[in-house]
């Protein structure tokens, strides 16, 4: 148990487009839901906190205009970067938190996104 | 505050051990740890909360000290499969509900 699935797993823009990533619990009900991302050859910064019918709350410097996060349902959580641009490209990764288990976070397989 | 992790890497002969640390100046809720494959997310290894904690199943195990500030993960009798770059994710005390911080990693390979 306790998969959790993105979508899709690899994309290509162009600069100026917006681009949507779906972060799915498969088989159970997410508290929290977090978007995180990497750059080659660093580690995992975290960008946003995702909760169930509430905004999310994100990290100091990352622009929420710029990268929208709606939480739909206990099992769905939707990252748009708008106005994608170079810079953005990026190991795109979500994690979520069980309602049973408070503590361990789940990570899907992640999302690269490459803007040319 | 990010959790700095050392060594930054490591490269041992299969059957060898490590120990890689993570440590924080502020005393911390909870420590995972998690090993990456290249081009793969993250693959969660284990969960520490209470300080003084060990833990571990197979090879592969993790202790928590007694103030919370400090974690280290052991690899005995590497595998080639223990090859990848291992992050430390931390949660700080009286922090909610937040996101954890991960270390910048330690790249481990493991040779024939």
């Known amino acids: 148990g306790a998969v959790v699935s993105q979508h899709p797993s690899r994309v290509i823009c162009k600069s100026g487009t917006s681009v949507k990533i779906e972060c799915r619990s498969l088989d159970f009900q997410a508290t929290t839901m977090f978007w995180y991302r990497q750059f080659p050859k660093q580690s995992l910064m975290l960008m946003a906190t995702s909760n169930e019918g509430s905004k999310a709350t994100y990290e100091q410097g990352v622009e929420k205009d710029k990268f929208l996060i709606n939480h739909a349902s206990l099992t769905l959580s939707t990252l748009t970067v708008t106005s994608a641009h170079p810079e953005d490209s990026s190991f795109y990764i979500c994690?979520?938190?069980?309602?049973?288990?408070?503590?361990?976070?789940?990570f899907g397989p992640g999302t690269r996104l490459t803007v040319l | 505050q990010q959790p700095v992790q050392s060594p930054q890497a490591v490269i041992l002969r299969e059957g060898e051990d490590a120990v890689i640390n993570c440590s924080s100046s502020?005393?911390?809720?909870?420590v995972h740890w998690y090993r990456q494959k290249h081009g793969e997310a993250p693959v969660f290894l284990m969960i520490?909360?209470?300080?003084?904690e060990q833990k571990g199943h197979e090879k592969i195990s993790a202790s928590f000290n007694e103030k919370k500030q400090q974690s280290s993960l052991y690899l005995t009798a590497s595998q080639l499969s223990y090859s990848g770059t291992y992050f430390c994710g931390t949660e700080e005390l009286g922090g909610g509900a937040d996101g954890l911080t991960f270390g910048k990693g330690t790249h481990l390979i493991i040779q024939p």
């Open positions: 502020k005393a911390l809720y909870s």
């Open positions: 520490l909360l209470k300080g003084g």
């Open positions: 994690s979520a938190r069980r309602l049973a288990d408070y503590n361990e976070q789940f």
